[in-house]
């Protein structure tokens, strides 16, 4: 996790949110093995979804239902190392979503949600390597994940017997730090306010061939800060540019404590509640919202 500090745990949805949203539909999730990618794998699993994960890091099966291993497909790979590692992420996707479902390939979802937290380095301390690494991850790799998807949904849109004319939905994570300037170092805050970029242009280029994109724009999730810097006290951190964003991200464990006990310094926001907002984007009800980047942050962002 970039910030949290409780494991990831099973994900056990109450029986009324089970529904057929996402029967026969396919949906890719990037960052699939922790955090908020694995919870909104858990939620596009229990909406019927079938889910093909990728990440870097390995997956944790017992972390899905066991009613659920069946719609989901795992590859284990670094997006950002290579430039066609995204394009071979989504033919295996594809691959896997015509023997899953025994019906023409397919992708109708696409959720970007990996990424990397940068040391707080401001424009006058950040590296070349930091501001390539951060970029490559954050910014780079989603928009390559879109380009791939993009044909696919397109093919959809075009042949209405394959999926009923509806080309598909993207929803990249991006961050509160996709708008403001005051929560994290320069690296990361400009991938995130470039995703923004890429998701308003993606929405309006595409916005008559049936493919709807948005983002959303997670607080500090789960978050104490404290132990967040104290995991990147090792790894580099940028101690002068912390100091800077410390005082808002206070701001926002005060504006929504978490209750639980140890969680001193936590703000309340899961990353469960990122992947309802996932949900809710991706959905019908969400079928005229285009191009729009949704805080799921409980009011931090109107500061
Ligand atoms: N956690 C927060 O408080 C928070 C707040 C705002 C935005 N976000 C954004 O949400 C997203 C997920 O964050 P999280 O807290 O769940 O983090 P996390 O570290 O728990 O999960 C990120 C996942 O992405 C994977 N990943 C990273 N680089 C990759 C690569 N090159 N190729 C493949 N997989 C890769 C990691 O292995 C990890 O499983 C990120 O984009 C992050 O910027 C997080």
Redo the contacts with the bound molecule.
């Keep these: ?4 500090t409780t494991p990831d745990q099973l994900y056990e949805p109450r029986s009324s949110i089970v529904d057929p949203l996402g029967y026969g539909k396919v949906a890719v999730v ?2 699939c ?5 694995l919870a909104c794998t858990q939620l596009l699993l229990a909406h019927q979804f079938s889910v093909c994960g ?4 390995p997956f944790d099966y017992a972390l899905l239902r066991v009613a659920d291993h069946g719609r989901f497909h795992f590859h284990q ?4 190392q290579d430039p066609a590692a995204c394009d071979e992420v989504v033919r295996i996707c594809l691959h896997a979503s015509d023997q899953r479902n025994d019906q023409p390939q397919r992708i109708d979802v696409l959720v970007n ?5 940068d040391n707080f380095a401001s424009a006058d301390t950040v590296t070349d390597a930091m501001w390539d690494q951060v970029l490559a ?2 910014l780079t ?1 989603p928009v390559r994940m879109m380009r791939a998807v993009l044909g696919p949904m397109k093919e959809q849109q075009a042949n209405v017997t394959t999926g009923g004319g509806v080309g598909g939905v993207i929803i990249n ?1 991006a ?2 730090a996709g708008l403001s300037g005051a929560v994290a170092g320069v690296a990361y805050t400009a991938s995130k306010h470039g995703l923004i970029g890429a998701t308003k242009n993606v929405a309006w280029r595409f916005r008559h061939e049936g493919i709807r994109c948005n983002a959303v724009l ?4 789960d ?1 104490s800060v404290g132990q967040a810097i104290a995991n990147r006290v090792d790894e580099g951190l940028d101690t002068a540019g912390f100091a800077e964003a410390a005082p808002v991200h206070a701001l926002q464990a005060q504006a929504s404590p978490n209750k639980a006990p140890g969680s001193n310094g936590a703000t309340s926001i899961t ?1 469960l509640d990122v992947a309802k907002a996932v949900v809710f984007l991706l959905g019908d009800q969400a079928s005229s919202i285009n191009g729009v980047c949704l805080p799921v942050d409980k009011a931090w962002g109107v500061m």
């Design positions: 996790m970039l910030y949290n990037t960052g093995a922790s955090g908020i990618g990728v990440d870097r890091a790979a670094d997006l950002a949600v990996a990424g990397m937290l991850v954050n790799v994570v961050s509160t997670p607080g500090a999730v978050s990353a």
